[in-house]
């Protein structure tokens, strides 16, 4: 397909505009209600030449593979859901009803119990035995007063084996300075292979900064729960 009339998502960061993912490409449609995530490396939006080196194709379409399977699970689940109007699955790309922005560029105050929900979501998740690592604002949006998680390639089932190092390639360098002194802390090792719940906890503290603290502390008691469970 030819994305030349199409723009790019990004995200305001105040001072100047970011990519909105560090994995696919993400393109808005004209008329900007259509967003396709293209799992293929667009060098004017992906510039970093070692990235593009280090994101395999074979990574690219284990991603893209991932994304289609827990909206999937997530949409079975009652979870809310962005609609999917089309996947040409040769190539790779998911084309989802879009709503003009994501929650990070919309803002908290668009949504004034987005707080509550939001720990709803990562719950419903939970029992749906969806383990979700991509907890940035940009990876929801807010639609007709619904808290809606996407970017769902950053998922794992509740007994995969995660090996920390394996993922670092789509972290940003600021995020795994943050996630460092997180690590030490929980004992947390690069090279062990860990399970999700094991691994939550440690999403939930790297993300520390764009949430409210309380918020934070609220599921990470929520997860602590979870695992004296299991």
Known sequence: MNFSDWSYLYNWDGSQNVRANLVYTPYISPDSKTLCMS???????????????????????????????????????????????????????????????????????????????????????WDAGIFKFSLHPNSWVVHDETLIPFNWFFCFDKNESI??????????????????EFLKHLKLDLHTPYNSVELQKLAFLSFKSNYPNELIADIVKKHEILRQNN
């Open 39 to 125: 799992f293929n490396r667009d060098k004017n939006y992906h510039s970093f030449i070692r990235e593009n080196e280090l994101w395999t194709e074979e990574l690219l379409y284990e991603r893209f593979l991932r994304e289609m399977k827990f909206h999937g699970v997530a949409n079975t689940n009652n979870i809310p859901t962005l609609k999917i109007i089309d996947i040409d699955e040769i190539k790779r790309h998911i084309f989802i009803e879009w709503h003009g922005a994501d929650f990070y560029t919309q803002g908290f105050g668009v949504l004034q119990n987005w707080k509550e929900q939001w720990l709803l979501r990562i719950e419903q998740m």
């Open 163 to 180: 090996i920390i190092k394996d993922f670092l390639i789509q972290i940003s360098s600021e995020r795994q300075e943050k996630m460092e």
